[in-house]
């Protein structure tokens, strides 16, 4: 059995590391706002050890600090990572079998797929997929556990940029999508909903209405 080093090589290696690294540094973003809203320190730390799915874990945090309902916070983390049914279609083969698989499913996270499909060799695939998944599931709790000590300490997240750390990232992530007209679309509309339901809705539901801009990219796939 070769490797994890031979399978993929020291730049692959590199780059996922360097992911994992990220991540890291945004969890800390993560658990600095969450004890900074006034949550427990333990909930978040273990929100992203059970969880291990950042956007929806921020996305229930921001939504149970500002008030909302944890119910529609719960709701819309599903919702979001509703996205990983069509992940494990397209990385269902790297993935393994029995009690592996169930391990394999939970380190599933939008990093880990991208390495994978990113690869055509089975087995760079699969290592690819593991290297990123185990990285980012030590990575991302630790992150997590050390903004959460560091906003304990520091009071208010704000004071060292911390609060800024996952809206630049997810930022980052979202605008080389915008450049398809397909995602441009349904995402401004659900933008303009959520924006304009902030004042009216509770916290929460103003992200559950934009998905009313799903609508805009469901008829103009109908119309072609």
């Known amino acids: 059995m070769r490797s994890m080093k031979r ?3 020291s730049r692959l290696l590199r780059n996922i590391a360097l992911v994992c690294l990220a991540d890291g540094l945004v969890g800390m973003s993560y658990g600095a706002i969450a ?8 909930l978040p ?3 992203s050890v059970l969880v291990l799915a ?4 921020f996305l229930f945090v921001g939504i149970v600090a500002a008030g909302g309902s944890p119910i529609a916070a719960a709701v819309t983390g599903l919702l979001v990572n509703a996205r990983h049914l069509p992940f494990g279609l397209a990385v269902g083969d790297v993935l393994g ?3 592996r698989r169930v391990v394999g499913s939970h380190l599933m996270n939008d990093e880990s797929v991208v390495f994978a499909l990113g690869e055509t060799d089975p087995d760079r695939r699969r290592a690819a997929y593991w290297a990123c998944g185990v990285g980012i599931a ?4 630790l992150g997590a556990l050390l903004g959460a000590v560091a906003g304990n300490t520091i009071g208010d997240p704000a004071a060292l940029g911390l609060d800024a750390m996952f809206p630049a990232v997810l930022l980052a992530l979202v605008l080389p999508a915008l450049r398809d007209r397909d995602v441009r679309a349904p995402a401004l509309i659900g933008a303009v909903v959520a ?3 902030t004042p009216v809705l509770p916290a929460g539901l103003p992200v559950l209405a934009a ?3 799903l609508l805009a990219g469901v008829r103009r796939a109908v119309l072609r």
């Open 97 to 99: 079998r029995g009690p």
């Open 138 to 141: 030590v990575c991302w709790p």
């Open 45 to 47: 730390v273990a929100l």
């Open 195 to 197: 924006l304009a339901a």
């Open 211 to 213: 998905l009313v801009g």
């Open 35 to 42: 004890v900074g809203s006034g949550l427990e320190t333990w």
């Open 54 to 57: 950042g956007s929806a874990e």
């Open 7 to 9: 399978t993929l090589g």
